[in-house]
């Protein structure tokens, strides 16, 4: 069993990876004309605030980890429908940019992947970091 501190530790660890990947993503995204933010809204994709707000899902999830395997589910099923909640409303404010090459379903399968990654890289590196 993983103490507190090491889930916490585990899941920020997590939360940070995700915002790398995440950052490699929006990245990729533009230079090859999938989708892009615009406007006087970029800050919404810098890696600063995306590692804040990955932190912030990952630290949720450490929190529901404690508890019972149904409030994991129910954690990546809401942060999946919360990330395409946020893509929508940047859609319709003009915020999010699917460009020619890209499509809603490229932005809504990113949230498919990521989420479930925070969980499966927290316990990963739990397991890594703290096995006894």
């Not at 970029?42 to 707000?53: C, E, H, Q, R, V």
């Not at 940019?97 to 992947?113: A, D, M, P, Y």
């Amino acid at each position: 069993m993983f103490s507190r501190k090491e889930r916490i530790f585990a899941s920020i660890l997590s939360g940070f990876s995700v915002s790398i990947l995440n950052t490699i993503i929006e990245y990729l995204s533009d230079r090859y004309d999938l989708y892009r933010i615009e406007g006087d809204y970029k800050i919404l994709s810098t890696p600063a605030l995306l590692f804040i707000l990955w932190g912030l899902l990952a630290s949720i999830y450490a929190l529901v980890s404690f508890r019972a395997k149904d409030l994991i589910l129910l954690y990546i099923i809401a942060g999946i429908i919360g990330g395409w909640i946020i893509d929508l409303i940047g859609i319709v404010k003009g915020i999010l940019i699917v460009e020619e090459k890209g499509t809603i379903l490229f932005n809504f399968s990113v949230w498919v992947i990521l989420v479930p990654l925070t969980v499966i890289l927290s316990r990963l590196y739990m397991k890594l970091l703290f096995s006894r």
